[in-house]
């Protein structure tokens, strides 16, 4: 009933957010859902996933509707299936083993990623069923649960390339739980590595190691970037500790040993976290949603402080995490569907859109028209799905002045302004004459839609336009957007 609960939670307080404006990957998603079968599987050959979750996405789509909404509902019921698996990984001589749903359900990086119309949330789920199989085949000796095991391995591996990450934190588990019974699951872990191999392996070489545009949106290897990703999984259970004191003060409860397998849980969370930094310092790769292989560790790893606290714990950091996603201040003016309104109102068949990082899928899936004229900056963000682009600024400055020179009318920019890239296309712009109007939208940061700013430029005066009739002398008026319509080009 706890863990029924928890997953009901879940459910009521994110369905809600399902119609919110749609993001840059879940139209990605959406465009190779669309595709027929082999069209599909060749277009996933140039993303950076495995190709599992598109498979079922399209089915799932089938039924439900090709729309961003029918992707977030799968996300949000494979993010309860997690929450509920979560309760069933200690055994039941582990009275606390309830509560890890609920701290799954509270995790930062799980709330987030289950009304996200990607992978992840899923993701969550096959480690969960894969490590809940393995365990059992151990512990009952059946054949049937490592039947199981070896499918949760190749789903988990033909869904995501960080699966082979939790394998091996999953194996520092086993180990430390089972001892030398661990070897037993090798047979069925590989035969579940062969399939994935058999169907996906020579791709998923290739993208890995020959396509650097597969990964070149993540950042560098950073100590902040890691603590970043750690504090999003523990960032509700720490606002809710104060409470969870209160509870252990009001109420004395009986000492209990800490059930090794959450203890267990705990290094394989530490491994699991470690791992992408690790590797990061060869190849960036680590990326905070990605990390939602470590929620399972660390709700299994927590779950006993749910029992200390009677549940006030668990049950007060996800009212937090409910009070975070539905603060106002929490949301954002800059999105897909206010953009794309305030485009279809402003513009005209004579005005260019321009699209810095990946903006222009979600506004176009909000806003369909084929006019006025669009364009991406770098143009290289249209040659390949999910990439934004990472070149020097002295590759970045022509292409921006030759794209100024070239535009006709006024121009609208979605903008990242705390980025390189829109920076130089802002001084682009300014060079070339083009006069910047007060912006239609305007907010404190990029977040998850890819852009602060939404501005509009006026085209450069012409001379007829001029206040003096003529182009102004050398030195007066002073240099600004009327002196640079007419400086030399």
């Known amino acids: ?27 990605f998603t959406l465009e190779a859902t669309a595709l027929s079968w082999p069209a599909m599987w060749r277009h996933l050959q140039a993303d950076v996933h495995p190709p599992l979750y598109y498979c079922l996405a399209k089915v799932w789509l089938a039924l439900a509707g090709p729309a961003v909404e029918g992707l977030r509902a799968f996300s949000l019921l494979m993010a309860a299936l997690a929450v509920f698996l979560a309760a069933h990984i200690l055994p039941a001589a582990a009275p606390a083993g309830s509560w890890a749903a609920w701290i799954l359900a509270a995790d930062g990086i799980v709330i987030m990623m289950s009304v996200y119309g990607r992978m992840y949330a899923m993701l969550a789920a096959l480690c969960l069923l894969t490590w809940l199989a393995s365990d059992r085949a ?11 095991a070896t499918a949760g391995v190749a789903a988990g591996l033909l869904t995501h390339h960080f699966f082979a990450l939790f ?14 019974a661990a070897l037993r699951l090798a047979p069925a872990w590989a035969l579940g590595g062969a399939a ?26 950073q100590f902040a970037k890691w603590a970043e990703a750690v504090g999003a999984h523990l960032v509700f259970l720490c606002i809710a500790a104060p409470i969870a004191l209160l509870a252990l003060a009001w109420r004395r409860v009986a000492r209990a040993p800490w059930p090794r397998e959450s203890r267990a849980a705990a290094a394989s969370a530490a491994l699991v976290l470690a791992l992408p930094g690790i590797i990061s310092v060869w190849r960036p790769v680590l990326n905070a949603r990605f990390t939602i292989i470590a929620a399972p560790f660390l709700a299994v790893a927590l779950a006993p402080l749910g029992r200390l606290t009677s549940g006030v714990l668990p049950v007060a950091a996800f009212a937090a995490a409910t009070v975070w996603m539905w603060w106002p201040g929490a949301q954002t003016s800059c999105t897909s569907a206010e ?12 005005d260019t859109v321009l699209f810095c990082r990946l903006t222009r899928k979600p506004v176009e899936y909000h806003w369909p028209s084929p006019v006025p004229s669009r364009r991406s900056f770098p143009a290289e963000i249209d040659q390949h799905p999910g990439y934004e682009g990472r070149q020097p600024p002295h590759k970045l400055q022509p292409e921006a002045d030759t794209l100024a020179s070239t535009l006709r009318g006024r121009v609208f920019l979605l903008a990242d302004s705390t980025r390189m890239p829109s920076r130089i296309l802002l001084r682009a712009l300014q060079d070339a004459g083009f006069r910047q109007r007060p912006p239609l939208l305007a907010c404190p940061s990029a977040d998850k839609h890819y852009f602060d700013r939404l501005l509009v430029f006026d ?11 003529s182009p102004p002398a050398p030195g007066s008026p002073p240099p600004g957007p009327v002196a640079r319509a007419y400086a030399p080009r």
């Not at 029924?4 to 139209?27: K, Q």
């Not at 394998?167 to 739980?177: F, G, K, N, Q």
């Open 339 to 350: 953009a794309a309104r305030l485009l279809a109102q402003q513009t005209t068949s004579t």
């Open 196 to 221: 994935w191999a058999l169907l996906w392996g020579r791709t998923a070489w290739e993208q890995l190691a020959h396509r650097p545009q597969h990964l070149a949106w993540v950042p560098p290897a």
């Open 167 to 180: 394998l091996a934190a999953l194996a520092l588990w086993t180990i430390l739980i089972h001892g030398r």
């Open 138 to 148: 151990i512990r009952l000796g059946n054949s049937g649960w490592l039947l199981a």
């Open 1 to 27: 009933m706890i863990s029924a609960a928890a997953a009901a939670a879940l459910v009521a307080v994110l369905a809600p957010l399902i119609p919110a404006p749609a993001l840059s990957d879940e139209v």
């Open 459 to 469: 085209p450069p005066l012409r001379l007829s336009e001029s206040p003096s009739v």
